[in-house]
């Protein structure tokens, strides 16, 4: 939106706009999103009592998409999480091996150089 080329009087093209497309994009997806949510929750009158007899009791089956659209977003959530953690290993393992490889090479390049010294 370019507010601060406008505040140091930068003047811009009528045609360039695409940074503000894209956001208004981004807006009218999650617009969207909410909507479709809000099209699928079905509003259903409380149930009548119930006595529980076993924890498999569906009292509320019209919740059960809901859990489950909820439980599918936490899983996503975890595996871009358990993503992150496994680059972030491989990358300590990378820069470990090199290590490791640098100092063999040190070690064997000037191990006639260390018994002098010692």
Not at 14 to 36: R, T
Not at 50 to 64: A, E, K, M
Request: charged residues 25%.
């Amino acid at each position: 939106m370019y507010l601060t080329d406008k505040k140091n009087n930068i003047t811009r093209k009528v045609e360039d706009h695409e940074d503000v497309e894209v956001l208004l994009e981004s807006f009218s997806k999650q617009v969207e999103e909410i909507v479709n949510e809000a099209e699928n929750i079905e509003v259903r009158p409380p149930p009548p009592q119930y006595i529980v007899l076993s924890r498999t009791c569906n009292i509320f089956p019209h919740h059960q998409s809901n859990v489950q659209s909820t439980q599918e977003i936490v899983e996503l959530i975890l595996d871009s999480n358990r993503n992150t953690l496994l680059a972030l290993d491989l990358k300590v393992g990378r820069c470990t091996l090199c290590f490791i490889c640098v100092t063999h090479w040190t070690a064997t390049r000037y191990r006639s150089a260390l018994w002098v010294l010692v």
